[in-house]
């Protein structure tokens, strides 16, 4: 059973505009989440985190927000630029030390010039 | 700036010759993972490593073997590989001192005839 989901398998958005991205969980044992970019045949690579101790973490054009009742986080990019347009995962584990990282099935994102 | 290179990017190769995906890290990590990556579907953890001599199977069952003999080498082997191994494989490293994310690859696109 899937313990990350992200139900939305694509997003079109216009350039300059918001994007959210949206992550539904269900392991409350869950106390760190992340989330990737990738671009097709490449690796994913790191965007920004969250600890269940915050709900909010802001870096840049992007910002984690983090709902444990509702087992949710969401990514916000704001404004939104075309180089954005990728594959969006987000991850998630349990404990500091957590040797797994579970992944959701990703969003597409496309951001129209 | 991470620092973890995979080779090859790209291989085709027949139905049960024996292949080996090598993964490299500069980055000192303790904890190096492999994970594998179909279109549309999320990252699946097929191995896992915390150390020196220490290898784990992850929650996808692979026919695939890792071996652990430096700190900074994770290689994947496919003793006879199928049409079925056709994926995308990826390895990733992670900092043992306390939370932190994973270091991707960019990845070996493994198709076999």
């Known amino acids: 059973d899937q313990q990350v989901k992200q139900n939305s398998p694509s997003l079109s958005v216009q350039e300059g505009r918001i994007s959210i991205l949206n992550c539904d969980y269900t392991?409350?044992?869950?106390?760190?989440f992340l989330w990737y970019k990738k671009y097709p045949a490449e690796g994913p690579t790191f965007l920004i985190s969250?600890?269940?101790?915050?709900d909010k973490n802001e870096d840049g054009r992007f910002t984690v927000f983090l709902n444990k009742s509702a087992k949710h986080l969401s990514l916000h990019i704001v404004p939104s630029q075309p180089g954005d347009s990728a594959v969006y995962f987000c991850?998630?584990?349990?404990?500091?030390?957590?040797?797994?990282?579970?992944f959701g099935t990703g969003t597409s994102l496309t951001v129209i010039p | 700036e991470a620092d973890i290179y995979q080779t090859p990017r790209y291989l085709v190769i027949g139905t049960g010759k024996k292949i080996t995906l090598e993964c490299s890290q500069t980055?000192?990590?303790?904890?190096m993972y492999w994970y594998q990556q179909d279109p549309g579907m999320e990252l699946h953890l097929i191995h896992y490593?915390?150390?020196?001599?220490?290898?784990e199977k992850g929650d996808l069952s692979s026919e695939s073997t890792v071996s652990r003999i430096r700190t900074e080498h994770f290689p994947l082997t496919l003793e006879s590989a199928r049409p079925s191994h056709t994926s995308q494989y990826l390895c990733?490293?992670?900092?043992?001192?306390?939370?932190?994310?994973?270091?991707f690859g960019e990845g070996s696109r493994l198709t076999v005839l």
């Open positions: 990733a490293s992670r900092d043992t001192r306390g939370p932190g994310e994973l270091f």
């Open positions: 392991n409350s044992m869950f106390d760190y």
């Open positions: 969250i600890s269940s101790i915050k």
């Open positions: 991850a998630a584990s349990a404990g500091n030390t957590g040797n797994q990282f579970y």
């Open positions: 980055m000192g990590h303790d904890k």
């Open positions: 490593s915390y150390g020196v001599n220490s290898t």
